[in-house]
């Protein structure tokens, strides 16, 4: 990866909106409905503010530390020692936040389209994919990655408004029929998976053209509502289209395109949403992959930042075909143990937040006494 390479606010805008929606759009909205019920699009728009927080941190510490990547102005403040006890930790979890991802769109083929192909032919497929796109750097992925998720988001829209005469809106009541519980539970679920994985744009947004006069903040919060709104959209599509059932159905967008049929015109489109599901994975494998190489790299000292994308690659392989011996195993993970692996996420944020506000005193105390 070059050092020198940057990337405009528009594809920064892109690279983030494909990032949090990718293959959450097909995956996140079950394991919702599950826990909240009824109310999971409410759940959706609650941890949706949360993830408005974290970006906001995120903003400010890159407008603390603009021109270097998380890992490395963590060690300005904190010493190497310090560094390594917390950011190993953080490595162990993005590399696994990896392998999930891999194995989940290996599961979903497996079990809904290709049932008789090994699982890891799609891993293997997608993580070499995976692995050239980071290679060759930053830049291609940003101007990849926006017609990729322009492709994604028409066609969401594109099942959803055909879906239309299948839907029943009073299968969205009884609303809060079971109290807050569930949808406090569908909250935690869905800013663990992935509003709390924003954290990894600390490493991202600093590649971000610095000479631009446009103020890039915003979009990214506007993507962010955007976001939110699609995919409140999505699950309530879900429950209105299946009822009492959508908490059964586990791929729901996949689902809701399978009830589509219009004779003579559009059959079987729920190929279109495969289609949309791997691209979608391929691009968070990517931005996960490029985040897991560049920190590490950094956190090391290495002269070649590209030194350790195909090994990375290769154990990340390794890891997503012997993690999980069944299905119910990996989405058990997936929606009970990931949630909590991804909100300690939030530990180094922290940390430095705490050490860059301290430091930002300090220097205004020092600054006050030579006056």
């Known amino acids: 990866m070059n050092n020198k390479a940057t990337i405009s606010p528009q594809q920064v805008t892109l690279l983030f909106l494909s990032f949090i929606t990718s293959s959450a759009i097909v995956f996140i909205p079950n394991p919702v409905i599950q826990a909240a019920h009824n109310g999971a699009w409410l759940s959706m728009l609650l941890s949706g503010l949360c993830?408005?927080?974290?970006?906001?941190?995120?903003?400010?510490?890159?407008?603390?530390?603009?021109?270097?990547?998380?890992?490395?102005?963590?060690?300005?403040?904190?010493?190497?020692?310090?560094?390594?006890?917390?950011?190993?930790?953080?490595?162990?979890?993005?590399?696994?936040?990896?392998?999930?991802?891999?194995?989940?769109?290996?599961?979903?083929?497996?079990?809904?389209?290709?049932?008789?192909?090994?699982?890891?032919?799609?891993?293997?497929?997608?993580?070499?994919?995976?692995?050239?796109?980071v290679r060759a750097g930053i830049e291609v992925m940003a101007r990849m990655f926006g017609l990729l998720i322009f492709i994604v988001i028409v066609t969401v829209a594109f099942v959803?408004?055909?879906?239309?005469?299948?839907?029943?809106p009073g299968a969205l009541l009884p609303q809060f029929n079971d109290g807050w519980k569930p949808i406090a539970y569908g909250t935690y679920l869905t800013y663990g998976w992935p509003y709390s994985e924003i954290f990894l744009f600390t490493s991202i947004f600093c590649f971000v053209r610095t000479d631009t006069k446009k103020k890039w903040t915003k979009p990214l919060y506007g993507a962010l509502v955007f976001h939110m709104l699609v995919f409140s959209i999505v699950i309530a599509c879900t429950i209105m289209t299946f009822g009492k059932s959508a908490a059964e159905r586990k791929y729901s967008l996949y689902e809701v395109a399978r009830v589509i049929?219009?004779?003579?015109?559009?059959?079987?489109?729920?190929?279109?949403?495969?289609?949309?599901?791997?691209?979608?994975s391929y691009m968070k494998i990517s931005i996960c992959l490029f985040v897991l190489n560049l920190t590490a790299s950094r956190l090391f000292n290495l002269k070649d930042d590209r030194l350790l994308i195909y090994p990375i690659t290769v154990a990340i392989l390794f890891?997503?075909?012997?993690m999980f011996p069944t299905e119910s195993?990996?989405?058990?993970?997936?929606?009970?143990?990931?949630?909590?692996?991804?909100?300690?996420?939030?530990?180094?944020?922290?940390?430095?937040?705490?050490?860059?506000?301290?430091?930002?005193?300090?220097?205004?105390?020092?600054?006050?006494?030579?006056h």
């Open 51 to 133: 993830g408005m927080l974290m970006l906001a941190l995120v903003l400010y510490l890159y407008r603390q530390h603009p021109s270097i990547v998380f890992v490395q102005y963590f060690r300005d403040m904190f010493g190497a020692w310090f560094t390594v006890l917390v950011i190993v930790p953080f490595l162990l979890s993005l590399f696994m936040m990896t392998a999930n991802i891999t194995q989940g769109l290996g599961l979903f083929l497996t079990s809904s389209m290709m049932v008789e192909t090994p699982m890891y032919i799609f891993h293997a497929f997608t993580l070499v994919a995976a692995a050239l796109t």
């Open 160 to 168: 959803l408004l055909f879906a239309i005469p299948d839907y029943d």
């Open 261 to 280: 049929e219009i004779t003579g015109i559009f059959e079987r489109i729920e190929s279109i949403v495969g289609i949309t599901l791997i691209a979608g």
């Open 319 to 322: 890891l997503s075909v012997t």
């Open 329 to 370: 195993e990996a989405f058990e993970c997936w929606t009970v143990v990931w949630p909590f692996i991804a909100i300690c996420f939030s530990v180094p944020l922290l940390l430095a937040l705490t050490g860059t506000v301290v430091r930002n005193i300090r220097r205004r105390g020092q600054a006050s006494r030579k």
